[in-house]
Every structure is written in structure tokens, then in C-alpha cells.
């Protein structure tokens, strides 16, 4: 067996060893991304106030799921043109929103 340089155990290779199993556990324990006690858990926080159909600002309007800029827009324009709303069904009337987005909203929703 040929004797390889790699394997002498000199107090130095012994000492860098365990310097290198010490920073890799130190890297693994440390890491809370590697291991962690608890599971992380992350969750989207998505505003939910009540969105006032008459009242409510293109900023407002937008945080509506479905609702971009433009049918903000559009549902304020239908607003000033026909009037307030009489009912949150009549959000249907505009164009571009139908009734996945009323249902996907309509907790959120008031007149």
C-alpha cells in the first residue's frame, strides 16, 4: 500500500480536520434556512376592508381581485355616467367585469 501524503496524521491535519467539521456543523445547526425547529410558514397578508362601491377611489378599486387600473377606471366612469350603484350585482353591468369577479369579491363589497 503506497503511503499518500494526504493521509498523514500529523497534529496539524488532525487540527484542520476538526476545524473543518466544526465550521461545516457550525454552517448546518446556524443556518435557519437548513434546519430549522419549527416549520416556517408564510402567508400572504392581502387587505381585506370593505371597498364601498359609490365611494371608493381607482386606489381603492384596485385591490379588488380581478380589478386592474383600467376597470377601476371603467367602474368609475360607469359610476359618474349612470349613477350610484343600487345594487353590488349591477357591478356586473360594467364592461369587463362579470361574475367571477363579483363572486371572487363579494365579501369585500358594499354599496
Not at 400572504?44 to 371597498?51: D, E, G, I, K, P
Not at 381603492?60 to 350603484?85: C, N, P, S
Request: a positive charge.
Amino acid at each position: 500500500m503506497k503511503n499518500l501524503p494526504y493521509i498523514v496524521k500529523t497534529p496539524q491535519a488532525i487540527s484542520l480536520k476538526a476545524l473543518i467539521c466544526a465550521l461545516l456543523t457550525s454552517i448546518l445547526l446556524f443556518t435557519t434556512d437548513v434546519v430549522s425547529a419549527e416549520p416556517k410558514v408564510t402567508t400572504n397578508v392581502v387587505m381585506q376592508q370593505t371597498v364601498y362601491l359609490n365611494k371608493s377611489t381607482i386606489d381603492d378599486l384596485v385591490t379588488l381581485k380581478g380589478i386592474g387600473h383600467k376597470k377601476a377606471q371603467a367602474i368609475v366612469t360607469y359610476r359618474e355616467r349612470v349613477g350610484a350603484f343600487k345594487s353590488i350585482a349591477e357591478l356586473t353591468q360594467v364592461k369587463g367585469i362579470g361574475e367571477k369577479i363579483l363572486n371572487d369579491n363579494k365579501t369585500r363589497l358594499q354599496i
